[in-house]
């Protein structure tokens, strides 16, 4: 399932590998996930400095990504759920990422 293959894309290790159970994936992680993993390349991409992402196909992030790796939601509960991890749309390149201190 995917689930497993977030875990051994982070971990490097197969389920029987693992010594202890592992706890929920965290959304940061399963954002990096979807990011890296090649499945959803045209539907997301990260910046050419890789300090942030672009959510280029929203119709495809809301109906493929979310309900695979996020749970079933709309895309504005997922844009809230970004805002309460420290992530900001960033005006100039309508791109997301960590706010700057």
Same mark, same amino acid.
């Given at each position: ?23 929920? %994936?965290?959304?940061?992680? *399963? !954002?990096?996930?979807? !990011?890296?993993? #090649?499945?959803? #390349?045209? %539907? ?9 992402? @672009? %959510?280029?196909?929203? #119709? ?18 997922? %844009? =809230? *759920? !970004?805002?309460?991890?420290?992530? @900001?749309? =960033? =005006? ?10």
């Amino acid at each position: 399932d995917l689930h497993e293959k977030m875990l051994e894309f982070f971990t490097g290790l197969k389920r029987h590998e693992r010594k202890v159970k592992q706890r929920a %994936i965290k959304l940061p992680m *399963k !954002l990096m996930y979807a !990011l890296e993993c #090649d499945q959803f #390349d045209e %539907i997301m991409s990260w910046s050419g400095d890789g300090r942030s992402f @672009a %959510i280029n196909d929203k #119709d495809g992030f809301e109906y493929r990504v979310l309900p695979a790796l996020f749970k079933p939601s709309k895309f504005e509960s997922f %844009i =809230r *759920k !970004l805002c309460r991890w420290g992530f @900001a749309k =960033r =005006r100039a390149s309508g791109r997301y990422g960590q706010e700057e201190t």
